[in-house]
């Protein structure tokens, strides 16, 4: 999430992924001819958040629209709260989210990678908030964990 023409704009990404632990950074992929692209580089800085089951329809509407148009928190009425170390929001029914400084990026095609340095991250204290994923196009689902029992193989 990131800040373009004074709104936050959340968007859906088919991925992320984790490229350092010291210092620990990020990695996120957006298309050349997104909003959003142009909204990162201006700010410097995004929020990635991993979204809960509860946030399906809110997540499926964030990847379909474009904050070029409109303010997409305030249509869908979504919970925020300040973020701490950047100017940004965080999701409130998010299972987790990472705060970034933008630390580089790289062109490859009709994406940019932006590389992200984490300066804070919030995890919900709710047990019962599950993470959302992408299983498809548009397919959206909960993943379920169960700890193996006491003895029993978990590879």
């Not at 992924?17 to 950074?25: A, D, G, L, V």
């Not at 249509?75 to 950047?86: F, L």
């Not at 490859?108 to 196009?137: C, M, S």
């Amino acid at each position: 999430m990131q800040v373009a023409a004074g709104k936050h704009n959340p968007i859906a990404l088919g991925g992320s992924m984790f490229t350092s632990h010291n210092p620990p950074m990020m990695a996120i992929s957006i298309g050349l001819k997104r909003h959003s692209l142009e909204a990162i580089r201006g700010a410097g800085e995004f929020v990635v958040a991993f979204v809960s089951e509860q946030m399906t329809d809110d997540t499926l509407y964030f990847g379909s629209n474009s904050g070029r148009d409109e303010d997409k928190l305030a249509v869908r009425g979504t919970k925020t709260e300040p973020a701490t170390k950047i100017d940004s929001v965080l999701l409130s029914d998010a299972v987790a989210n990472f705060e970034y400084v933008v630390d580089g990026e790289l062109l490859t095609n009709d994406h940019v990678i932006f590389a992200g340095r984490i300066v804070a991250w919030h995890e919900n204290e709710d047990p019962a908030v599950q993470r959302l994923y992408n299983v498809g196009k548009k397919i959206l689902r909960g993943v379920q964990f169960e700890p193996p029992r006491p003895g029993e193989d978990n590879r």
